[in-house]
């Protein structure tokens, strides 16, 4: 259709009330009940502005966005009232629609009447789609509207700083999170933070919080354990003209597991991307025509610097180190001969130079590919190109040293696994929520011989594998492994199978770890090496011990009694002869399995 006949026909499509209403329900995952319905307009079926895009783009374009609002609100009380449904009723509305006199209170209130609702029960949704926003008129409004008995909520929240914006303005009762970020959040430790920011922001704002877009269970379950209380989308219900009024089967299933989701975490160097810019030292800089001998007298005036960059038009061109340029001057006529020289004779023309949004990995890599100079002399940081500051190779170990240390904590360099920090936040997870799970403490037997016969290097690879079968035989969404250090691990298993998944992780590290062992030890079942006291004895082939504790609400309350208890299991496991796993029975007031907590399969909320 041409620019005229697509107005033409959106015309008629408002005269002639051609619109339909979908509806989509929000789900409340505390009491697991359907909370209200959004209402999504759509055009004519045979009409190129069926789509919504196509709808409200062809009546942005037309002036006609104010009429298409109106016509949609009145069609969706008009639908909501026809079926009777519970809830509130979520109606989506332009900024410019909002400021716009069709919509003022008494006009809202009279549709209202006349579809037989209250006020309390329409909620709209703002979507910002408008470049320039008077967010006074904006905040008035609301005001007016609030007055009135209608509360407003963001929609989309994260799509843009003016959605952020918005929230702080306008004060609305909910905020819609955008479904990128609901999306795979199961699998992103990034997008959990920033959900789990937003919760906490809601929660000092005084609103409630909608996840749009939720797919699948597993999303559901990371949902559902971050505290968000509503969400919506395929999983729980599709855009209908007869929306569901109960959420279906898997979702309650899900809802009642009281399963705790095992949460990604962030890998070990990806603390490692902090920008350069922290290493920043502001330095004053000299131009390549200043004499020698002022950069000199600069340098004695600020003994800190270790060098002084030479920049040009705000551009950096080369470097000129303390030693390097002291060198100069101590020998005999030294002073004569360089005092009047431009320093550019003197500088290192082909400086470091990094811009500070440099993530420290990449810079470290930098500084090694440079060399000694880069480190020891140091390197120059800049902001599009013109000079910032200086950066020392002392600061960057320093830095990239402690970073280290901090994501050794949180995961262990040789496995990846999280380490102890993640592992006692899981657990308190776990305990907070008075669940009951198994902690089972694996350990290696016989694993500093073996060190001592075939070296570090072979002892990482028994641990590796160690950490790979724990990765492959425990389900990813229910039990948490982690790496307590050397090779020490544990799982917190939620798998009500958890006994099985053990004895098989026995019997598979008993055999894929022949392979790390030389034949004629295989043979012999060991090997000779010095023990603990220097004497040569026989050592036997390394095998696995675990020891397993059922952690109830009952018997346990913090992260050290499981500490504890699971440490005296893992002990009792290890005097067992050969790979053996020891279940504390006195713990164990309801068998050896999770099924008395549930009888939920494990995959159920996977």
Known sequence: MSHYELRIHLEHILENARLMTLLQPVLDLVEGRVMGYEALSRGPSNSPLHGPQALFRAAEQHGLLSALDWACVRLALKTHSRLNLPGQLFVNLSPGSLLDPTFEPDALLGALKKAGMASHQVVFEITENAS?????????????????????????????????????????????????????????????????????????????????????????????????????????????????????????TCLRSGKVSVFPMLHARDGMHVPASRLVMSAPSVSPHTPSQDVLDLMMQHPELHAVAVVD?????????????????????????????????????????????????????????????????????????????????????????????????????????????PIQEHMERLLGNSKTFVTAYFDLDQFKPYNDVYGFRRGDDIIQLLARILRESCNAELDFIGHIGGDDFVVLFQSLDWEIRCHGMLARFDRECQALFNPEHVADGGYCSEDRRGVMAFHSLVTLSIGAVLVDPTNFHQYREVARAASEAKRMAKRIDGSSLFVDQRRMPFGRTLASESAIPAADCA
């Open 132 to 252: 320039a926003l008077d967010y006074g008129d904006l905040r008035q409004a609301v005001s007016q509207l609030r007055a009135a008995g209608i509360e407003v909520a963001i929609d989309d929240l994260g799509e843009g700083f003016s959605s952020l914006r918005l929230w702080s303005e306008l004060k609305p009762a909910f905020v819609k999170i955008d479904k990128h970020f609901i999306s795979g959040i199961h699998q992103d430790p990034h997008k959990i933070q920033f959900v789990r920011s937003i919760r906490q922001l809601a929660e000092g704002a005084h609103s409630c919080v909608i996840a749009e877009g939720v797919e699948n269970t597993s999303e559901l379950a990371v949902l559902k354990d971050l505290g968000i209380r509503y969400a919506q989308g395929y999983l729980i219900g599709r855009p209908s003209p007869v929306p569901i009024r109960l959420p279906p089967r898997e979702v309650e």
């Open 313 to 421: 038009k705000g551009t950096p061109v080369g470097i000129l180190h303390r030693p390097a340029l002291l060198d100069q001057f101590i020998g005999l006529y030294g002073r004569e001969l360089h005092g009047r020289k431009p320093c550019r004779e003197l500088m290192d023309p082909d400086p470091l130079i990094v811009d500070k949004a440099t993530h420290m990995t990449e810079l470290s890599d930098l500084v090694v590919k440079k060399g000694k100079a880069a480190f020891t002399q140091g390197f120059i940081i800049t902001t599009e190109g013109r000079y910032l500051g200086l950066g020392s190779g002392f600061d960057l170990m320093r830095e990239v040293t402690e970073m280290q240390i901090v994501a050794a904590r949180y995961a262990n360099p040789l496995s990846g696994l999280p380490g102890n920090v």
